[in-house]
């Protein structure tokens, strides 16, 4: 296995994630080293404050590592939770933004020396690099320079440094459509009709929970209530997300949209957003109670066009059922559509996926989400499957699946617009949003750019807020409905204690 010892700092988060992108999984151990992977060399980081202030990284290759470091025995007295605990602590001690780049950037050469590997995305590894390319521009370089910053400093592949750049322009112009004193709101229902093997977003079924789905909407509308009269300025969007929200009835449906509208302060143009999903829970009344709410935009998510592959994840509709969604969408009015299509799912070609995304250009929404299946810990399909397919199985495949589908939107008049990256995802790719020009969803540039206060509500709905040094803070809600629930009144108090 591989070992690393960090000396002098405890950048463990940057350095677990390339161990996971390289070897599928990584663990901190009791002494504090981290590892991974097969028998290989131990690498070493150390990082020096020099006596100007300035520091100094370097990364090497040292000896194997002994088997008393290398092994998984624990300790009688230092268990993997302590020493997970312990680094916690350390993470204080963490250097600043500059130094922990490089630190990954030397971890990622050797690691790639060790393995014979590479990836994508270069060292890069967080959820938003869109974000270096828009340091980048923002420092008024061109566009062929920031690209250029990135393949040299990052590792970046000169495809995914366009893409990036491409992206960050687009960002930063949907971004200055937001203002910074409106908060976005952000709404939960955390519950499916079914479970989506690839999937633990959702807190599971209604049956699952047994909860009464008029509970928990009711629980939300007091909510709503009570947060109303706090709000300094209006709301500039509105997503109701989840989980699957069409899962309520239409009256349910009516009820929560209605306490929206009425209950909370929204700028005159405000986006509303929401997720409808699943095509076995759409019907015609349920579109003209969001047509009838204001709503401007929904999400019909087929994931793949492929009838097989919608049975072996878990859908119960076919992909039939998701064009007379669509056209029952358009029936009812909404004229800005999107629909997510997921790359890598079981058994499905790279040829299998293009062929979604040719029917669904075709189609015509919108908007297109292109994203990369993401091995998620507590999901079905991960649960059910080895280590070291996360990170392993045909990632060319998949890496030049996603670039002939970014040729194919851009030909048809899609631009990308926001991307971000998951922990696990086949070969560290990317989630991408593609928008025809003028129907770019202002929500998800926002939330994804941590540059605007977020208002959770509902179990599980993450709010972000700025403290008064200006620093991003995130105020997580119970997953679970039923805690949620009878916590809920404690929970607002907390809110408005901080947010407002």
Not at 22 to 45: H, V
Not at 290 to 313: E, W
Request: hydrophobic share 40%.
């Amino acid at each position: 296995m591989t070992v690393i010892r960090l000396t002098g700092h405890f950048e463990s988060t940057g350095a677990l994630e390339l161990l996971r992108l390289f070897f599928g999984t990584a663990w901190i151990n009791p002494d504090g080293s981290l590892q991974g992977g097969e028998n290989k060399p131990m690498l070493c980081s150390v990082y020096e404050v020099l006596a100007n202030g300035e520091y100094r990284v370097t990364t090497r290759i040292e000896q194997a590592a002994s088997e008393a470091v290398a092994g998984e025995d624990v300790s009688e007295t230092t268990t993997k939770a302590e020493a997970e605990t312990k680094a916690e602590a350390e993470a204080e001690k963490r250097p600043p933004i500059a130094a922990r780049r490089e630190i990954k950037r030397q971890l990622y050469t050797l690691l790639s020396e060790v393995t014979g590997r590479s990836f994508p995305y270069g060292s890069l590894t967080g959820v938003r690099p869109t974000r270096l390319a828009a340091d980048e521009l923002a420092a008024g370089r061109s566009a062929e320079s920031a690209e250029r910053s990135l393949i040299d400093a990052y590792q970046v592949a000169p495809a995914k440094a366009r893409l990036l750049v491409t992206t960050a322009v687009s960002e930063l112009l949907l971004l200055n459509r937001l203002p910074v004193t409106q908060p976005l709101i952000y709404l939960n229902i955390p519950f499916c009709p079914s479970h989506c093997s690839y999937c633990s977003f959702s807190c599971g079924t209604v049956a699952e929970h047994k909860i009464e789905l008029d509970d928990y909407v009711n629980g939300m509308i007091a909510e709503i209530k009570q947060l109303g009269p706090w709000f300094k300025n209006p709301a500039s969007a509105v997503y109701l997300g989840g989980g699957t929200p069409t899962t309520l009835s239409a009256l349910q449906l009516q009820r929560l949209l209605s306490a929206v509208v009425d209950e909370l302060p929204l700028a005159a143009n405000f986006e509303f957003t929401v997720e409808a999903g699943r095509a076995d829970t759409i019907d015609p009344e349920k579109l003209n109670v969001m047509r009838a709410a204001g709503v401007s935009r929904i999400c019909l998510n087929p994931q793949t066009l492929h009838d097989k592959t919608l049975q072996r994840i878990g859908r119960r509709h076919s992909s039939q059922d998701w064009y007379k969604a669509y056209m029952a969408a358009r029936s009812a009015g909404f004229s800005t559509i999107n629909a997510d299509l997921i790359a890598g799912l079981p058994a499905e070609t790279a040829a299998d996926f293009l062929a979604s995304l040719n029917a669904l250009i075709a189609a015509g929404p919108e908007n297109i989400t292109i994203h990369t299946l993401a091995y998620k810990r507590k999901s079905e399909l991960t649960r059910n499957l080895d280590n070291d397919v996360m990170t392993t199985t045909d990632n060319n495949q998949w890496e030049s699946a996603l670039s002939e589908a970014n040729e194919r939107l851009i030909s048809a008049d899609y631009q990308p617009y926001y991307l971000y990256r998951q922990k696990d995802m086949i070969g560290g790719l990317e989630n991408t949003g593609y928008a025809r020009p003028g129907t770019a969803c202002l929500y998800n540039v926002g939330m994804m750019s941590d540059e605007r206060a977020v208002i959770g509500i509902g179990a599980g709905a993450m709010s972000k807020y700025f403290d008064a040094r200006g620093w991003l803070q995130r105020l997580p809600a119970p997953r679970d409905p039923k805690t949620w629930l009878r916590n809920r009144e404690d929970i607002t108090k907390r809110k408005l204690a901080k947010l407002f």
